[in-house]
Structure formats: structure tokens, C-alpha cells
């Protein structure tokens, strides 16, 4: 598995880099200060899993790099910006392990950095020309804050559905991932079947990227995220792996006392944080999440059927099991 | 002039009622506490100069009212959007005479909700599907936020320069009015240079409306703008008439120094504001901003000898004159 997921990165490499580059350019603002700290965070950015699969949509049909990279480089910076803007949100003080703007910057100069982020990847998305990209960067836009504001709407409340919960995910990050496959096959040509094929295959992708993502909030510490365990928690964000946990504790046990009073905000201790974690860990509930996770990743690969190109889809299925490997 | 003023928006109300609609109906969000706000802060708003424009910049040449009633709602909901985080940044309280949202939701509430009117603006810019409207939506969302961001690095800076101050102003309020008219020429079909006088009309229109917002400013209190004076000297924001006054007045008098402490934001009781804002007003500096704000409008009103229809023209001219109206 290690060896065949450097695959990806290695035949799309001069594209990713071109990608970065247009990045990079577009996050250089004219403040000194802001322009170091936006750059700090655009560099220490992840793996570009965003781009890499609007890169590889386009390339299973018509290989046209330069609206393909120009789009790309507009989805990472639509991901950054909503970075920006939730961290604040969260009043997070740590992304990617380095401090958030917002522990270094006013909350005012953090809103209007992600303001600019949002323009200037408008006017990438712009600038492919394409009528039917720009509706799908916009539409996205709306999906990403639909499922924030659902994030915030549905804190601190154990009785939500597991419904609930995929549709929030989906906004705040499969939105972006499938909106991603989506421009770059219609950028790439395909036919309208395959763009479908591909924007569910995105869409997919993003639902297992964001249930990894809530299993490692509680699995994983510091030293591998980047940022403390239990920060949903912490947030009152209610993830599968809690509503797992919290479907088989014994109704007014001290696992459930202690996992309301943390949910409800009324114990925000790191202690009380972490026993509750311990608690989510032992129950084996991690595991089933997990199971979820890659049976979206799994459904993800099926959607590629559609796909003519045998290398290209190869890679597609390569970013589904890098996905579920972050776990690993 | 009262009865020449009223005519634009006699001929221009059905489609601006078509206007107010789109725009209400994008900014129904799913949460009905953040709908109702968003609702009646879009309801108060103002005369609705920049989808006039756009309309009538449309109108002088090929009147499509469907694309160009789409992209004025894109225009005033963008507009709405920015004023959303631009309370934000200056932590106002008041706003056409009303609470902000600011001051009743959390600052996480008040970035998403923005973030979300952005995204429907963005959509509305979409739906045109003229990809040169897309851009000049991206790049004037860009200008704005750079205006936005040399507010916020200009503030409390007394030797700032003319240009200084207008490249601000273009970026912050000018841009919108710019891009308002463009958009409207190119969905019109005019010619490349009907379009570039269309957006130099918008840009001095801008410019005289942000000086005359600068000087009401100074010169009204709550009663009339519906937020008290001054709140320009308090955020530090050293606007045209205060450097007109700061350029007059003899180094070390008192006036001075209040000035400068006011500015630098060493005093900050409201007293203190009013006697500044009392000097500015005696010294004539109020006029002689209002002069630069009538020669932006006179220059406004000259592009616009390339409209071919002679009662499109009329009312936009109206619309310059309504600008400095304002004042009377």
C-alpha cells in the first residue's frame, strides 16, 4: 500500500506544483504580516487531496492542464479560506501544528484575510471561463457554510441522527471534494453520466475523509495532529464516533453523566476531555466508525466504474485507500 | 430636484421590486433566527443605488431584465455581505439604525452568516452565466476587501496622503459602484469603451458617495444616519474631512492635540470625540470636502456622454445628483 500511494504524487507532481505556485501567488497580499502568516499556513498545508482529485477528473477524460490547474489552485484556496474563517469560528488556536491567524491576528484582520482568500480563489474559478465551474465553486461555497452553520446550530446536543450528522459532514467538507471531481470533469469533457459518476465518487471520498478526520479528533494527540485530542468535544461537536459511544453506554452510568456534562459544555476541563476520550476509546466505538468510513471510501471506488482511462483511475482509487491509510 | 429624483425610481420600481425579491429569497436561510435578522437587516437597506445602476447601465443599451435583475441582486447581496463583516471588524453596534448583527450573535455566527450571503451572492453572479460578469463580481469582492484591509492598516495614522485615502476609498465603497455598472454595460452588450465609461461613472460616483459618507459622518449624529458621530475618529479611520481640517490646523494648538490623541486612540470618551468632531465642523473642513465629492459626481456625470439613450441618461444622472443630495 505505502509504495503504490506514492504513485499519485509522483505522476501528478509538476502539475501539483504548478498548482502550488498559482497558490502561493494568490495568497501573497500586499501586508507584509498577513502575506508571512497566509503563506506559513497555505506552505504547511496537507497533502492537496482537493486539487489532486479535480487534477485527476480531468485527466481521466480531455488532459487540458492549464483551466485544470487554475482550478485546482482555486479549490485549495476556497479550502484555506474556510480554514481561516472557522478557526475563528472555533477560536481554534492551533492548525497544522503552528498557531491559527486567529491566536496571532484581531479577529477583525482574520475575517477580512479569509475574505481575500475567498476572492482571490473567485477569481480563479473566474478565470477558467467556464459558466458551469463557477456555478459549481458557488453552490460549494454555500454547501461549506451550510454545514458550518449546522456544525454550530447542532452543538452540544446528543439526540442528533445519524442523518444529521452525514448532512453536516457533507456540507462542511464532501461539498468540496465533490464539487472538486465535478469541475474537473467538465473541465475534462466528460460526458454528463461521468460527471455525475465522478462528483458522487467525490462526494464519497469526502464523507470517509471527514469520518477519518472525527475518529483521529479522538484517537490521536498532539504530537500526530498537530492540535490537542478531543477538540470536537471540547466544541460540543457531536461526531459518529460519540454518537457510537453514546448508543451503547447505560443510560445515567458515569460514562454517560460525564459524556452530557463535556457535550453540554458544562464540564470543560481537560481532565473531564480526556476521561471522556478514554471512555469513546474503550468502547470499541473508533473501530465502528472506522467500518463506516471505509464502506464510504469503498462506495467512493465504485462510482470510478465509469472512468475509461484504466491509469487514471488507478490513481483516483489510490486517494480513497490513502484516505482510510491515514489511520493506519 | 426633489421631483427629478423621484423619477428613477418611479420608472425602475418593478424591476427593482423583482430586485428586493431575489435578494430576500437568497438570504432565507434554513435557521430562523439567523433568517429573521438577516431579513430585516436586508429590508432596511438602503435606496438600492447599486442594482439601480446596474439596471440602467443595462437599460442604455439591450434591456434584458432576467440576467440583469440577477446579477443587481448578486450586487446588493454582496454589498450586504460585506457590511455583515465589516460590523464585525469594527465591532459596530448600530447600523441603519438598527442592532447589527455583531452586537445580538456571536462573532462565529456573524462570519458564517456572511460567509453564506457571500456564497448566495456568488451564485446569483453564476446564474448570469456570462463568465466576464463572474469576473468582475471576483475582482471587485477582491478590491473591497483590500480597501477593508487598508482601513484597517491606514487606522490611526495621521500622515497618511490623498492618494492613501483614495485608493482606500475606491477599494471599500468605489469598486462596487465601478463593477455594478460594468457588469450592467456588458449584460447590455455595449461596446468595449461604452462599457470602460460605464465603470469610470460607477467609480467617481463611488467616490463622491464615500466622501460624503465621510463627512455625514461628522456632520449628522444618531437622529439622521441612524448610528452617533464620529465613529470614523473613534475606529482611528482618518477619512478625507478630518485630513482636510488636520492640514489647516496650527501644530501644538489644542486642536492638534486633541486631534492627534483622538486619532491615536489615547482618548476615546465620547466628550472628547465631540469636541473633535466640533472643531472639524468650524473649520470649514466639511465643505471643502463636499466640493471634492461634487467634482467626483461632475466627473461621473461626463462619462456618460457615450450613452446613446437619452433618458437612460437622464436618470443616471439623477442617480449622481442623489448622491450629493445626501448632504442638502
Redo the contacts between chains.
Keep these: 500500500m505505502k509504495l503504490r500511494t506514492r504513485d499519485v504524487f509522483t505522476t501528478m507532481r509538476p502539475d501539483l506544483q504548478r498548482v502550488e505556485a498559482r497558490v502561493e501567488e494568490a495568497a501573497d497580499?500586499?501586508?507584509p504580516i498577513?502575506s508571512t502568516l497566509v503563506l506559513d499556513l497555505v506552505r504547511a498545508g496537507g497533502k492537496r487531496l482537493r486539487p489532486l482529485i479535480l487534477l485527476l477528473a480531468g485527466r481521466a477524460y480531455r488532459y487540458d492542464p492549464d483551466p485544470l490547474v487554475t482550478a485546482a489552485a482555486g479549490v485549495e484556496l476556497l479550502h484555506t479560506a474556510?480554514l481561516v474563517?472557522d478557526d475563528?469560528?472555533?477560536?481554534a488556536a492551533l492548525r497544522r501544528g503552528k498557531p491559527t491567524l486567529n491566536s496571532v491576528l484581531s479577529?477583525?484582520?482574520v475575517?477580512?484575510?479569509?475574505?481575500?482568500l475567498?476572492?482571490?480563489s473567485?477569481?480563479l474559478?473566474?478565470?477558467t471561463?467556464?459558466?458551469r465551474v463557477?456555478?459549481i465553486?458557488?453552490?460549494t461555497?454555500?454547501d461549506?457554510?451550510?454545514g458550518?452553520?449546522r456544525e454550530?446550530?447542532d452543538a452540544h446536543r446528543l439526540d442528533q441522527t445519524r442523518e444529521e450528522y452525514e448532512r453536516r459532514i457533507y456540507g462542511k467538507t464532501a461539498s468540496l471534494f465533490a464539487g472538486a471531481a465535478e469541475m474537473g470533469a467538465v473541465l475534462g469533457g466528460a460526458t454528463e453520466a461521468d460527471v455525475q459518476s465522478l462528483r458522487a465518487y467525490g462526494s464519497d471520498l469526502g464523507m470517509a475523509f471527514q469520518i477519518v478526520d472525527d475518529v483521529l479528533d479522538l484517537r490521536e494527540g498532539t504530537q500526530h495532529l498537530g492540535k490537542p485530542a478531543g477538540q470536537d468535544l471540547r466544541q460540543g461537536t457531536v461526531t459518529l464516533p460519540t454518537m457510537l459511544f453514546a448508543a451503547r453506554i447505560v443510560p445515567d452510568s458515569p460514562e454517560d453523566v460525564r459524556l452530557r456534562a463535556v457535550v453540554g459544555g458544562d464540564l470543560d476541563d481537560q481532565a473531564d476531555i480526556d476521561l471522556v476520550v478514554a471512555d469513546v476509546r474503550r468502547s470499541g466505538a473508533l473501530d465502528d466508525a472506522l467500518a463506516a468510513a471505509d464502506a464510504f471510501a469503498e462506495r467512493a471506488k465504485s462510482h470510478l466504474e465509469a472512468v475509461p482511462d484504466p491509469e487514471t483511475r488507478g490513481l483516483l482509487e489510490e486517494i480513497a485507500d490513502l484516505v482510510i491509510d491515514r489511520t493506519a
Tied chains: 1, 2.
Design positions: 497580499v500586499d501586508y498577513i474556510s474563517h475563528t469560528v472555533d477560536r479577529s477583525g484582520a475575517i477580512l484575510v479569509g475574505d481575500y475567498f476572492a482571490q473567485a477569481m474559478a473566474a478565470a471561463e467556464s459558466p463557477v456555478a465553486f458557488a453552490s461555497l454555500a461549506i457554510c451550510d458550518q452553520l454550530m446550530f
